[in-house]
């Protein structure tokens, strides 16, 4: 084992000094058969907000990505419990689950990876993951967190880690700060993500404060238009054209997936999120927006169904049935308003595909939440990952000045932030089954 990899309890893999103290999350509280070998998990930003009584540690997640039989998990935010006060601090290390074995979330283990200084601790992040070399990659998207003791936002750079099979690795820049192709790009926050068929793709997005040190200036989100691609074999960046997606190519907080069984390389959907032209106005779901990589071509593709409610910050998984077909899995999200009208969101859609057409799983709506991350693992199943509190302790407000009352507002309802939804049986399950 790496003398930079732990094998430990979820205390001790995300925390310096939280040791042998129990670990809870603050809140976030028909059948087909499946082809397992073309699997693929979207690399979607979230958070993960952790409670940790009378005892302090330093890492939360916000994305997660699936390499070979390990769950890797990167980057974000925390909150915990230190004595009598509520402590909210940013990730510093990787973690990975093990997939080749069943486990329960309030007591699987975590290997955890130690970051060299000089990688970049970002939320709102991206995990990049190249499946025909075995590479993730980090560190161009997102912005440094807004909790704990970390200074200015770290410069632009790419960062690769190679998983070694056995839930570790080492990450290593491969394209540094000082690079001159940093002259022609920016990091940007809250933009459209995610990675397939060798390359990586960015829409949209915004610049802030906290996204760049030439960005510590701003005032304000400024919208940042456009697409860019990161071929991940060559390790360099493009522009694309965004008109496809609305005609100024602006927006973010949706979500991004690749769909690998469908053309000749695969396609990327993007649907929800904002255009950032009203705070109050969320992209509905009834249009679904394709990129044809090789072609750099976008369609608009109508949906029909039970459509999800506009919405944001939800996160999407999809998975290949034998009979070729496809189904993406929208879990949660809100419409960016705290308080209790954010419960009814705490629900599952399912889109399927070439159909486009929605449907809604039942269940009662309870624990609503927002910022996390969905993985589909194991053929038939769905680990989501972290997420903060949708249904926080106030009544008005929106998420960029009540942060820190959806981080504090009560424990998660899936131990360790951790809850296995069944694709089978379309119920959540506290095991995961290998």
Not at 63 to 75: C, P, Q, R, T
Request: proline share 6%; net charge negative; glycine share 10%.
């Amino acid at each position: 084992m790496s003398s930079q990899q732990q094998r430990c309890s979820i205390v001790r893999a995300l925390s310096r000094s939280c040791k042998g103290t129990d670990i809870e999350a603050i809140q976030a509280s028909g059948p087909r058969s499946y082809d397992e070998s073309i699997l693929r998990s979207a690399s979607i930003p979230g958070l993960w907000v952790l409670y940790c009584q009378n005892t302090p540690f330093s890492t939360h997640v916000v994305l997660a990505a699936v390499a070979g039989n390990y769950l890797y998990i990167e980057g974000g935010e925390i909150s915990y419990i230190l004595g009598d006060s509520v402590v909210n601090q940013y990730a510093s290390n990787t973690l990975s689950i093990d997939l080749s074995q069943d486990w329960v979330n309030s007591s699987v283990v975590f290997n955890s990876i130690i970051k060299p200084a000089g990688a970049p601790l970002l939320s709102d992040s991206s995990l990049w993951y190249d499946q025909d070399n075995d590479v993730f990659y980090s560190g161009f998207t997102g912005r440094s967190s807004l909790f704990g003791d970390q200074p200015d936002p770290p410069p632009i750079s790419v960062w690769s880690l190679k998983p070694d099979g056995a839930g570790g690795g080492s990450w290593k820049v491969d394209i540094s700060p000082d690079d001159p192709k940093w002259s022609r790009r920016t990091r940007t926050d809250w933009g459209y993500t995610a990675s397939g068929g060798g390359s990586a793709l960015v829409l949209g997005g915004v610049l802030n404060p906290w996204t760049t040190p030439a960005s510590m200036n701003v005032k304000e989100d400024v919208l940042v238009p456009g697409l860019i691609e990161f071929n991940m074999t060559r390790k360099s960046f493009y522009n694309s054209s965004a008109t496809g997606f609305n005609a100024k190519g602006v927006g973010g907080r949706g979500a991004m997936h690749y769909v690998p069984s469908f053309g000749p390389n695969g396609l990327f959907l993007v649907m929800g999120g904002t255009d950032f032209s009203d705070p109050d106005q969320n992209i509905a779901f009834d249009n679904i927006w394709v990129y044809e990589t090789l072609e750099n071509r976008w369609y608009n593709q109508t949906a029909t169904g039970s459509l999800p409610a506009g919405r944001r910050n939800f996160c999407l998984a999809g998975i290949a049935s034998t009979n070729e077909t496809y189904e993406v899995f929208l879990y949660g999200g809100f419409d960016g308003h705290l308080g209790s009208a954010s419960i009814p969101y705490d629900e599952i859609f399912i889109l399927t595909l070439p159909a486009f057409h929605w449907f809604r799983v039942p269940y009662l709506p309870l624990h609503p939440r927002h910022g996390h991350s969905c993985n589909a693992v194991g053929g038939s199943q769905i680990i989501s990952i972290g997420g903060v509190d949708s249904n926080a302790k106030i009544t008005t407000g929106y998420l960029q000045s009540t942060r820190e009352s959806s981080f504090n507002s009560s424990r998660d309802s899936f131990a360790q932030g951790l809850a296995v939804f069944d694709m089978t049986t379309l119920e959540w399950a506290e095991q995961y089954i290998a």
